[in-house]
C-alpha cells in the first residue's frame, strides 16, 4: 500500500515539471499533502491517539488545506499571471525529472540500512533535488516559495524514513519551519508583490552593486 | 485467426463510434455509424491523381502503409488465443512494422515538395519519435512483471493482484490509449477536423493523397485504432473466461475506447504545437515510473 | 533558569509589540538587558550545567553569551540613537526592539542548546527576526533583502535539516531518542562514513548561511548591506557565531570518527574559497556596508582554515571570532555614524572623515587597523596563530594562497578607508553637535580588542582552552 | 503650438462646405498632422486624393476624441507640380496605409516611405506595369529561414488573400500580408449608380458581415450631405442593429476561435448561440444579417413594440446559455493555454500603427467612436468603453465576451427607456438633394471598429467623390505584428481572433 503512495507522489512530481500554471501548483502541492499522510497512516504501526492527531494536522491540516489556501490567497491577492514561464523548457524539465527519479530510486536500492524505511527515500531525494531544481528553473518568487515546499515534502519523507523512533521532535521541527515559513515568506511575498508590481525575480536586482 | 477477424470487425465502426459521439455531444445530427465506410467506398471508386512532382515513391507509400498496418495486426493475440505471428520479441517487430509504415508516409510527403507537407511530416517525424520510448518502456515493464516477452504470453501471464499491479496496469492503460491517439494524430496532439494547413500535422501529410490511395490510408488509420484497442482489451480480459465471454467483452472494451476518445476530442481544447513534445514526453516519464513500479514488484528494486 | 530566561523575554518583546508607548520602549529593553547580564553571570557561575534537558552552559556558549551581552549593550545604545536620527514612529520603534529582543534571545538559545533539534529550531528563529529587522526601513531594497535571506536561509536550513536527520539514522541504529551533541558524538564513530560524509555536507552548506561563507555567502552579504547600522552590529558578530557554534558543534561531533581529515578538506575549501570570493567581489563593492559584509566573510574564512587545520589552530579560531565580534561591531557603529552625517550609503560619497569629527576618525583608524590584523590589533595574534598552525601542519600552499588573497583584501580595504577619511570636504556636509560618548564605546572596543590579543586574562584562557578541550 | 483656429471642425456625421476647408501648403500640412498626431487622443481617419480640376487635392480628417470633433486638413498638389511628396509615415506611421493608397491611385511617389508600394493592384491604379504576381515582397537572405505562402486560395471557406511567413523552424520572424484579389472598385460604383438606393444596396456589400455598419455610414453621410434630419427613433434603430450584428459576429469569433483550437464543444454552443440572433434580425428585417434594413432617411421596416417583446425573450435565452458556456469556456485550462500570451501586441505598437475599434482595446487603447463621436443614440444612451489588457489572443478573446455582455446591457437600457412609436414611421427617400461643393463625414463603431465613410459634392450636387475606410485597413498590420516570434501553427487562432475583412480592405 506504501508504494502505491509512494508512485503516486513521483507521478505529481513529474507533473510538477510538466505544468506552468499556477494554480496546479497549488492544486499539487494539497495532493502531496494528502499522499503523504496516506504514507504516514499507512507505515503507522499502532496508532497512538496523540501521534495520530499529530499527523493528521501536519499533512492535512497543514499541507493539504492551510498551505494551498494560504497560496491560492497569496496567488490572487497579487494577480499572478496564470503561466509561470521556466527558464528551462518544460521538455527538458520531464527528462530530469526522470532522471531525477531513476537516479533516486537505483541510490535507495544500495542503501542497506534495516533501521530506515529505503522505499521513502525513493522519492524523497527526488523531491529535495527536484524543489531545488524547480527554483532554479523558475524566474519567480511564487514559483520559489512552492520550489520551496517542495523540499519541505521531501524533507518530511527523509524524517519518515529516518524518524521511525523519534517522530515527534522532528516532526514538531518540520511543522514549525513549515507554519512559520510559509505564514511569513507569504507576507513577504504579498508585501514583494504589492512593492515590485511583478512577481518576476529579475525584479530583484535592486541589490546588486 | 480470431483476433485478426475481431480487429477487421472493430475497426469498421471504430471511427463511425467516435464521429456519433462527438455529433451526440455536440447536440447535432448523428450521422451513419458507417459513413466512414460508405466514404471510403466512394473513395475506392475514384481514380487517383498524383501530382507531377513525385515519384515512386510517393505512390508506393500509402499501400506500404496499409500493409504494414495489416501485417502488425496479425501480432495481436486475444485472450488466450496466439495471433497468427507470434515470436519471442515480437512486439518490438510491431512497433517497428508500424514505424516502416510511417517512414514512408513521410518521405512520400517530402516527397511531394510542398511547403506544408513537409511540414506535417516533420511534426509527425518529431512526434513518432517521441512516442516510441513510451510504448517501450511500457512493454518493458510489463515484461519485467511478467517476465515474458512475446505479445501472447504478456498478456496470458499478466496477473493482476496486489495494489502495484493494480497501478501498472492503470497507468499502462492511460498510456496507451494516449499513445494510440498519438499515433493515430488524433486529439490534443492533432486535430483531424482542421482545415488550417499551418496546424495540421497528420492531415497535411496525405494533403496530395486522392482516391484509392486515401481510402488505403484511412482504412489503415482505423485499423491502428482498432489494434490498440485489442491491446487495451487484452489487458482486461481474463483466459479464464468462456469464449464468448471474451469476445463479449472485447466489444465493449472497443466501443467504450472509441467513446472515451470522442468525449476527450470534444471537451478539450488541443494543444498548443510548441507543447507537444512535452506531452508526449510525458507518457515516457509515467511509463517510466510504472517501469519502477515494476522494478519493485519484480524485486529487482529491494527496499524496505 | 534559562527556560524562565526565554520566556521573559518573550513577554518583554510582546509587551513592547502591544504597548507601542514611549515608556514601554524606554524602559523594557533595560530590562531586558539587565535580566541578559544576570544570565551571563549565573551561566559563569554554573558552567557545564544541564538545563531544562535540552540547555547546557558550555564554555564556548558562556564566552560569546559574554560577547553578545557587551555587544546588545552597545547596540541598544547605538539604537537609540539611530532611531532618534531618523525620528520612527513609535509603532516602528516597538517592532525594532520587539525584534531585536527576540532575535538575542533566540541568539542566545543556540548558544546554549545542547540538542541538534533546538539548535535548528532556534536558527530558523534568528532568521524570522533578522529578517523582520532588515525589512525595518520598509524600501523596496530592504523588501527585496529581507525576502531573500529568509527565503535563502529557509533553504539553507532545510538543507541542514536534511543532514542532521541523516546523522539522526546513527542514532537510531542504536535505538537511542535524543539528538544531543553528547549522544552523537558518542555514536557517529560506528556510523557508516559515507552517509556521514553527506550529513556533513548538508549540515555545512546549509549552515554557511549564517557563518556567511561559501557556498550560501550571498544573501548574508546582501542583507547586511541594508539592514540598519546597529542591527548589522549583531548579524555581523553575533549571528555570525551562531553559525560558528553550529559549525564548531557538528565539527565536535566529527572530531573524533574516521572522517576528520576529510572534514577538514571540506573546510579547508570553504575557507578558501570563501576569501576568494570575498577578494574578488571586494574589488566591485561600491556600498560601504557591503565592502565590511565581505570583510566579515573573509574573517569567517580564515576561521574556516583555523578549524580545519587544528592543534594551536583552534585556540586561534575562537580567539579570533570573539576579536572580530568586537572589531566589527565596532566599525559598524562607526559606519552608522558616517551613514548619518554624509546622508548616503556609497563609498564614493564619503571623503574627509577626519577632517569633519577627528575623534570619530581616530576610532576609525583604530577599526582599520584592527580589522586588517595589523598590529597590535589581537587580530593579528590570532591570524598570526591560524598561519602558524597551517605551516606547522605543512599545509604550505593554502597558506600561501590565503595570504596573497588576504594581501589583496588589504590593499583593497586600505583604499576604502583611505577615501573615507581623507580628501576634501564636501560642501554640503553639515556635522552636528557629535556626542563622543559613542566614539568612547567604539574606542574601548578597540582597545579591548588590543588587551585580549596581546594579554588574554586567564579566565577568558580559560573558557577557550575548555571549550577547545573537546576537540582535542 | 499650432493655431487650431485655423483648421475645419465638424462633427460626427455633419456636413461642410469645400471652400470652408483651408487649403494649405504642404510644408505646414506636415508641420499639423505630426502635431495634431503626436497626441494620443487624436488619430487619423481618412486621408485621400481625389482629382479636382485637373489638380490633386488633398484631403485628411483627423479624429480629436477628446473634444468629439473631427478636423480637416487639406493641401493641393497642381497638375504642373512633379508628383512627389515627402512621407509623413516616417514621422507617423499610422499614416503608411493612407499614403500607399494614394500613391496606388495617383502615382504620387512619397519620398522616404519605408515600404511604399500598392495597397492593392486595382483596375484604376497608376502604374498599371506592377502586376500582383510580381509584388515585391520583403525577404531576408539566410539559409536558416525558409519562407511559407499560404493562400490566396485557402483549405477554408475564406476569402482571398496571401500571407507570407518568413520562418526560422516553427518560429515565424516576419509575417507580410498582401490582399487585393477581391477588388471590385466599389468606390467607384458609388459614383457609377446615380440612384440612392443602388448606392444604398452597393453599402451593404462592402463587407458582408459589417452590412449594418458600412450601410449606416452610408445612409448618415448621404443625410448629412443632404441635410435632413432624421427621426430619434430611427437612429436608435440603427444603433440597436449594430449592437445585435456586434452580438452575432462576436459569438460567431468565439465559435470559430473554439474550432480553430479543435474545442467542439464550445464550438457548437456558440455557433448555435449566433443563430439566435441572426435569427432574430431575419425576423425584424427578412434577411439574416440585416440587410435592406437601414435605408437612407429612413426604413420601411421600423423597430416596434411586438419586436421589443421578442428581443428582450431572444435576448434572455440567448444570455442564460451564453452565461453558461462562458463559464466552462473561458476557465477551460487547454483553452487558456492555448491563448494566453499569443500574438502579443503591446499598447505603443497598438497606438503606433494606428489600430481601431477591438484591436485597438485589446492593448489599453480606448478607441471607441460610440464614446468618442456618438451619434444620438449613443448620446441619448451612453456606451462605456471596455479595454483589454495584454494584447494577446486570450485578450481579444476576452474583450469579445465583454462587449457581447457589454451591448446585451446596452440594448437592454434602451429597451427599457424607449418607447417605440409606430406612428414615426419615415420612409426611406431616394431622392435626397445634395448640398453642392461639399464635404461629409460620418463615422459609425462597428463591431470590428471604426467604419469611415466620406463624400464630396461637385457643383451640381453630384456626387464627385466616395471615400470608404474600414477598420482592417489599421488592423492588419497589428496581425502582422502579433506573429512575430510566434509559431506558425498560432497563425490562424491569431487570424481569427482579429477576424478582418479582406473585401473591406480591398472595395
Redesign the interface.
Given at each position: 500500500?506504501n508504494?502505491?503512495f509512494i508512485?503516486i507522489y513521483?507521478?505529481t512530481l513529474?507533473y510538477f515539471?510538466?505544468s506552468?500554471?499556477v494554480k496546479?501548483f497549488v492544486w499539487l502541492l494539497s495532493v502531496q499533502g494528502f499522499v503523504l499522510f496516506g504514507m504516514v497512516f499507512s507505515s503507522l504501526k499502532e496508532i497512538e491517539i496523540f501521534d495520530f492527531i499529530f499527523i493528521l494536522t501536519e499533512t492535512i491540516l497543514v499541507k493539504s488545506i492551510i498551505v494551498p489556501w494560504f497560496l491560492n490567497r497569496v496567488r490572487k491577492h497579487n494577480g499572478l499571471k496564470?503561466?509561470h514561464e521556466p527558464s528551462i523548457?518544460?521538455?527538458y524539465s520531464?527528462?530530469i525529472?526522470?532522471l531525477t527519479?531513476?537516479l533516486s530510486?537505483?541510490l535507495?536500492?544500495n542503501i542497506l540500512?534495516?533501521?530506515?524505511?529505503?522505499?521513502f527515500f525513493?522519492v524523497a531525494f527526488a523531491s529535495?533535488i527536484f524543489g531545488f531544481y524547480f527554483?532554479i528553473n523558475h524566474k519567480n518568487?511564487f514559483s520559489?516559495?512552492v520550489g520551496?515546499l517542495i523540499?519541505?515534502n521531501g524533507?518530511f519523507m527523509?524524517?519518515l524514513a529516518?524518524?521511525?523512533?523519534?517522530p515527534l521532535?522532528?516532526n514538531?521541527?518540520?511543522l514549525?519551519?513549515i507554519v512559520?515559513?510559509i505564514l511569513?515568506?507569504g507576507v513577504?511575498?504579498n508585501?514583494?508583490g504589492n512593492?515590485?508590481q511583478s512577481d518576476e525575480i529579475n525584479q530583484?536586482t535592486?541589490?546588486k552593486? | 485467426m480470431i483476433s485478426l477477424l475481431l480487429i477487421l470487425l472493430s475497426s469498421l465502426f471504430f471511427v463511425g463510434i467516435i464521429i456519433q459521439t462527438k455529433a451526440k455531444i455536440a447536440a447535432r445530427k448523428m450521422p451513419s455509424i458507417f459513413q466512414p465506410l460508405s466514404d471510403v467506398i466512394r473513395l475506392f471508386k475514384k481514380g487517383a491523381i498524383y501530382s507531377s512532382t513525385t515519384s515512386i515513391i510517393f505512390r508506393a507509400a500509402p499501400i506500404v502503409y496499409f500493409s504494414s498496418v495489416l501485417i502488425a495486426a496479425l501480432f495481436i493475440p486475444f485472450g488466450g488465443n496466439v495471433g497468427l505471428l507470434s515470436f519471442y520479441g515480437d512486439f518490438v517487430f510491431f512497433a517497428y512494422l508500424l514505424a516502416i509504415g510511417k517512414f514512408l508516409m513521410i518521405i512520400a510527403a517530402m516527397d511531394t515538395g510542398s511547403g506544408f507537407e513537409g511540414m506535417g511530416a516533420n511534426r509527425e517525424a518529431l512526434y513518432s519519435m517521441l512516442v516510441e520510448p513510451a510504448f517501450f518502456i511500457l512493454a518493458g515493464s510489463i515484461a519485467l512483471f511478467t517476465n515474458n516477452v512475446s505479445f501472447q504470453e504478456l498478456f496470458s501471464n499478466l496477473h493482476i493482484v496486489s495494489s502495484l499491479s493494480y497501478s501498472i496496469s492503470v497507468a499502462s492503460i492511460y498510456v496507451l490509449i494516449y499513445i494510440a491517439l498519438v499515433e493515430n494524430s488524433r486529439m490534443p496532439v492533432d486535430d483531424p477536423k482542421t482545415h488550417l494547413e499551418l496546424t495540421m500535422v497528420h492531415e497535411v501529410m496525405v494533403l496530395d493523397n486522392s482516391g484509392f490511395d486515401l481510402a488505403l490510408i484511412h482504412i489503415a488509420t482505423w485499423l491502428k485504432f482498432a489494434i490498440y484497442g485489442s491491446i487495451l482489451a487484452n489487458f482486461l480480459i481474463k483466459n479464464t473466461w468462456s469464449i464468448y465471454e471474451q469476445i463479449g467483452v472485447y466489444f465493449v472494451i472497443q466501443i467504450a475506447f472509441a467513446i472515451i476518445v470522442g468525449i476527450l476530442e470534444s471537451f478539450k481544447a488541443r494543444n498548443k504545437m510548441s507543447k507537444n513534445p512535452q506531452w508526449i514526453i510525458m507518457l515516457s516519464a509515467i511509463a517510466v515510473v510504472s517501469f519502477l513500479t515494476a522494478l519493485i514488484v519484480a524485486h529487482k528494486i529491494i527496499l524496505n | 533558569m534559562f527556560i524562565f530566561f526565554i520566556i521573559i523575554s518573550i513577554v518583554i518583546s510582546f509587551s513592547i509589540f502591544i504597548l507601542k508607548n514611549k515608556i514601554a520602549t524606554n524602559i523594557l529593553p533595560i530590562v531586558f538587558l539587565i535580566l541578559l547580564i544576570m544570565l551571563s553571570g549565573y551561566a559563569y557561575m554554573n558552567i557545564n550545567k544541564t538545563e531544562n534537558y535540552f540547555f547546557t552552559y558550555d564554555s564556548l556558549g558562556v564566552l560569546f553569551t559574554f560577547v553578545l551581552t557587551i555587544l546588545s549593550i552597545a547596540t541598544y545604545y547605538f539604537s537609540r540613537s539611530y532611531l532618534k536620527n531618523e525620528d520612527y514612529s513609535s509603532r516602528k520603534v516597538s517592532v525594532y526592539y520587539s525584534a531585536l529582543i527576540m532575535l538575542i534571545t533566540a541568539i542566545m538559545t543556540t548558544y546554549f542548546s545542547n540538542n541538534f533539534a533546538v539548535l535548528w529550531v532556534s536558527i530558523e528563529a534568528t532568521s524570522l527576526f533578522v529578517s523582520m529587522l532588515i525589512f525595518f526601513e520598509r524600501t523596496k531594497v530592504a523588501l527585496e533583502a529581507a525576502w531573500k535571506y529568509l527565503f535563502v536561509s529557509s533553504i539553507g536550513i532545510a538543507v541542514a535539516f536534511i543532514g542532521i536527520l541523516l546523522m539522526g539514522i546513527a542514532v537510531s541504529n542504536y535505538g537511542l531518542t535524543d539528538l544531543s551533541f553528547g549522544t552523537l558524538s558518542n555514536v557517529v564513530k560506528s556510523m557508516n562514513t559515507y552517509w556521514l560524509k553527506i550529513s556533513v555536507l548538508f549540515i555545512v552548506a546549509g549552515f554557511s548561511v549564517k557563518l556567511s561563507v561559501f557556498p550560501l555567502y550571498a544573501v548574508a552579504v546582501d542583507a547586511k548591506t541594508i539592514a540598519p547600522s546597529p542591527i548589522n552590529a549583531i548579524m555581523s558578530t553575533a549571528l555570525v557565531n551562531v553559525g560558528f557554534v553550529a559549525f564548531f558543534r557538528t565539527f565536535a561531533i566529527i572530531s573524533h570518527t574516521p572522517i576528520l581529515a576529510w572534514t577538514q578538506n571540506v573546510l579547508f575549501i570553504i575557507g578558501l574559497f570563501s576569501i576568494f570570493i570575498a577578494s574578488i567581489q571586494l574589488t566591485r563593492v561600491k556600498r560601504l556596508k557591503r565592502a565590511f559584509a565581505f570583510s566579515t566573510m573573509e574573517h569567517m574564512g580564515i576561521i574556516s582554515l583555523g578549524l580545519a587545520v587544528g592543534g594551536i589552530g583552534y585556540y586561534a579560531v575562537i580567539l579570533h571570532i570573539v576579536l572580530h565580534s568586537f572589531v566589527k561591531a565596532g566599525l559598524f557603529y562607526q559606519i552608522n555614524k558616517i551613514h548619518s552625517i554624509f546622508k548616503s550609503k556609497w563609498i564614493n560619497d564619503f571623503s574627509a572623515y577626519f577632517k569633519i569629527n577627528p575623534l570619530a576618525g581616530l576610532s576609525l583608524i583604530l577599526g582599520f587597523i584592527s580589522v586588517l590584523a595589523i598590529p597590535p590589533s589581537g587580530l593579528f595574534v590570532s591570524e598570526f596563530l591560524i598561519f602558524k598552525a597551517l605551516f606547522l601542519s605543512h599545509q604550505y600552499i593554502i597558506a600561501v594562497v590565503a595570504l596573497i588573497l588576504l594581501t589583496v583584501i588589504m590593499v583593497i580595504l586600505s583604499k576604502i578607508f583611505l577615501t573615507i577619511l581623507f580628501g576634501n570636504v564636501q560642501e554640503n556636509i553639515k556635522v552636528d553637535k557629535i556626542n563622543p560618548l559613542g566614539n568612547i564605546i567604539q574606542l574601548s572596543f578597540f582597545g579591548l580588542v588590543i588587551y585580549l590579543g596581546i594579554n588574554p586574562p586567564p579566565f577568558f584562557m580559560d573558557l577557550i582552552n575548555s571549550s577547545i578541550s573537546i576537540l582535542n | 503650438m499650432i493655431d487650431l483656429n485655423k483648421i475645419a471642425k465638424i462633427k460626427n456625421n455633419e456636413s461642410i462646405s469645400l471652400k470652408d476647408i483651408a487649403i494649405i501648403d504642404y510644408e505646414e500640412f506636415s508641420h499639423i498632422v505630426i502635431e495634431l498626431l503626436k497626441q494620443p487622443e487624436n488619430h487619423c481617419l481618412s486621408y485621400f486624393a481625389y482629382k479636382s480640376n485637373d489638380n490633386l487635392q488633398f484631403i485628411m480628417a483627423v479624429g480629436d476624441d477628446k473634444n468629439h470633433n473631427i478636423l480637416l486638413l487639406s493641401h493641393l498638389l497642381k497638375s504642373d507640380e512633379k508628383p512627389e511628396l515627402e512621407s509623413l509615415t516616417k514621422e507617423i506611421f499610422a499614416l503608411h496605409i493612407f499614403e500607399r493608397e494614394i500613391h496606388e491611385n495617383f502615382g504620387i511617389n512619397f519620398i522616404e516611405h519605408p515600404w511604399l508600394k500598392p495597397v492593392r493592384f486595382a483596375n484604376n491604379r497608376a502604374n498599371k506595369e506592377m502586376q500582383i504576381n510580381d509584388y515585391p515582397f520583403y525577404s531576408i537572405k539566410s539559409e536558416e529561414l525558409h519562407e511559407v505562402g499560404v493562400g490566396p486560395i485557402h483549405a477554408g471557406v475564406i476569402e482571398p488573400g496571401h500571407f507570407r511567413f518568413i520562418c526560422n523552424g516553427e518560429n515565424v520572424l516576419h509575417l507580410e500580408i498582401q490582399l487585393g484579389w477581391q477588388h471590385r472598385g466599389i468606390e467607384k460604383l458609388f459614383l457609377d449608380k446615380e440612384n440612392n438606393l443602388q448606392r444604398n444596396l452597393l453599402a451593404e456589400n462592402i463587407a458582408g458581415d459589417t452590412a449594418i455598419g458600412h450601410t449606416t455610414a452610408f445612409a448618415q453621410t448621404i443625410e448629412a450631405l443632404a441635410g435632413k434630419q432624421l427621426g430619434k427613433q430611427r437612429h436608435i434603430e440603427r444603433a440597436l442593429a449594430l449592437e445585435l450584428e456586434r452580438i452575432a459576429i462576436h459569438t460567431g469569433d468565439i465559435s470559430a476561435l473554439c474550432t480553430d483550437i479543435a474545442y467542439h464543444f464550445g464550438s457548437n454552443v456558440f455557433g448555435i448561440l449566433r443563430t439566435a440572433i441572426i435569427n432574430f434580425m431575419q425576423f425584424w428585417s427578412g434577411n439574416r444579417f440585416g440587410k435592406s434594413l437601414i435605408r437612407v432617411g429612413g426604413t420601411h421596416l421600423p423597430f416596434t413594440e411586438e419586436l421589443k417583446v421578442e428581443l428582450l425573450d431572444v435576448l434572455s435565452k440567448y444570455e442564460k446559455q451564453f452565461e453558461e458556456m462562458v463559464y466552462i469556456t473561458f476557465r477551460l485550462p487547454s483553452v487558456q493555454n492555448r491563448f494566453d500570451f499569443i500574438g502579443i501586441v503591446s499598447p505603443e505598437q497598438a497606438r503606433t500603427i494606428g489600430t481601431v475599434g477591438l484591436s485597438a482595446r485589446m492593448s489599453q487603447i480606448e478607441r471607441d467612436i460610440r464614446v468618442s463621436h456618438p451619434n444620438f443614440a449613443y448620446q441619448e444612451f451612453p456606451y462605456e468603453t471596455i479595454t483589454a489588457e495584454r494584447g494577446d489572443v486570450f485578450a481579444r478573446f476576452l474583450l469579445k465576451k465583454k462587449e457581447i455582455r457589454k451591448s446585451i446591457s446596452w440594448i437592454r437600457n434602451v429597451m427599457e427607456n424607449y418607447n417605440f412609436d409606430a406612428s414615426q414611421n419615415e420612409k426611406p427617400d431616394y431622392q435626397l438633394k445634395l448640398k453642392p461643393s461639399s464635404f461629409a463625414i460620418s463615422l459609425v463603431e462597428a463591431w470590428r471598429g471604426e467604419v469611415c465613410h466620406c463624400a464630396i459634392t461637385d457643383e451640381a450636387g453630384k456626387l464627385k467623390h466616395y471615400k470608404i475606410k474600414d477598420p482592417s485597413m489599421h488592423n492588419w498590420k497589428a496581425l502582422e505584428l502579433s506573429l512575430r516570434n510566434v509559431e506558425i501553427s498560432d497563425f490562424p487562432i491569431n487570424n481569427k481572433s482579429y477576424n478582418l475583412s479582406y473585401c473591406g480592405h480591398d472595395l
Open positions: 500500500m508504494f502505491l508512485i513521483a507521478i513529474i515539471a510538466y506552468e500554471r496546479k496564470r503561466i523548457p518544460v521538455f520531464v527528462i525529472v526522470i527519479l531513476i530510486f537505483v535507495s536500492n540500512n534495516s533501521q530506515m524505511h529505503t522505499q525513493t529535495v527554483i518568487i520559489h516559495l520551496y523540499i519541505e524533507i527523509i524524517s529516518v524518524g521511525n523512533t523519534m521532535l522532528v514538531l521541527a518540520v514549525l519551519d512559520l515559513g511569513v515568506l513577504f511575498l508585501r514583494v512593492t515590485f530583484l535592486e541589490l552593486d | - | - | -
